[in-house]
């Protein structure tokens, strides 16, 4: 496992036309969406630290008279102002859940495959506004952390290693380490998006005490599965966290709707866990259509804070 602060290399033979065409693929996508809307969104939402003093101008009817800087005028004559910019330095940071749990969805784009896309549409919306963008992984334990840098091709770099996680069976989940290294690392206020199934538990005083600096948002991937057993009869259930292995009758009734009980109280209790947190949720729900918009349910988030905020 790699150190936490360490800077992972992708080895070149990885690197296959195969993950080419795909990062690129999720690159045109998620670029197009950035583009035409999202990322100005995302400006309005998430602010900078503050504001710094640009330049003074001469004082056009309109102006609110508060910002006259005095000192000038009487050296001009005639009223000047002040010109104040947006002080950004704002670092996005996705934070990755890459456990076994991961791969339990429908294999046609996978969790894995919907994070990605995340990492993508957050990245670029901060990189079209110059925002340092970051990437952390973790299983159980902190597995990589990507310092936030400027620019889209640090945003593809993430987008490939999420891509190339490799997830070794029989690891577990745990997501409060990587929140507390977060905590420790990130010195001015960040935004921080947790991308996670959050089949686990333990974190809630974590990402409680991350949101307490950081301004953070968990986007929650949902799979069907997750919610209903397809009736399908005999199933070989493979655990891939505790290697439990067990056959599942999925044809019967009370199965499925014990199923349907144990799930919903298990999304209860994770949306309890995040509430109680005080975070911001993004429901992103995988329908198994490769072709379906995952990141539409963050644009429709970007659009309400942005209008909340106005």
């Known amino acids: ?30 670029r197009k969406l950035a583009a035409s809307g999202v990322a100005g969104n995302y400006r309005s939402v998430f602010r900078g630290s503050g504001i710094e003093f640009a330049e003074a101008r001469e004082y056009v009817p309109g102006d609110d008279v508060r910002r006259i800087d005095w000192n000038v005028t009487a050296r001009m004559g005639t009223p000047w102002v002040k010109e104040f910019v947006e002080e950004r330095d704002l670092s996005v940071i996705s934070v990755v859940d890459r456990s076994p749990s991961m791969l339990a969805a429908t294999p046609e784009r996978g969790r894995l495959g919907a994070a ?48 190339l996680a490799d997830i070794a069976p029989g690891r577990g989940t745990a997501m409060a380490p990587a929140l507390d290294h977060l905590a420790r690392v990130l010195r001015r206020r960040s935004v921080v998006f947790v991308i996670s ?40 259930v493979l655990d891939a966290e505790t290697g439990r292995r067990l056959v599942v009758d999925s044809g019967s009734r009370r199965v499925r709707e014990a199923y349907r009980e144990a799930a919903a109280q298990r999304a209860a209790a994770r949306d309890l866990r995040l509430s109680r947190a005080g975070v911001d949720r993004i429901a992103i729900h995988l329908d198994g259509d490769p072709d379906s918009d995952v990141v539409e349910p963050v644009a429709s988030f970007f659009r309400r804070r942005a209008q909340v905020s106005a």
């Open 1 to 30: 496992m790699a150190s936490p602060a360490s800077q992972p290399t992708i080895p070149p033979g990885l690197i296959t036309p195969g993950l080419m065409s795909r990062v690129r693929g999720i690159e045109i996508r998620t």
């Open 197 to 236: 199934d959050f089949f686990t538990s333990g974190y809630a005083q974590s990402l409680q005490t991350l949101a307490r600096r950081h301004d953070v948002i968990a986007l929650t991937l949902i799979d069907p599965l997750d919610l209903e057993l397809p009736d399908v009869g005999l199933l070989d």
């Open 116 to 163: 990605a896309e995340l990492v993508a549409l957050l990245g670029f919306s901060a990189a079209y506004n110059n925002d340092r963008t970051g990437l952390l992984t973790f299983s159980d334990g902190v597995d990589a952390y990507v310092e936030p840098r400027r620019g889209t091709r640090h945003v593809l770099r993430q987008v490939r290693d999420v891509l």
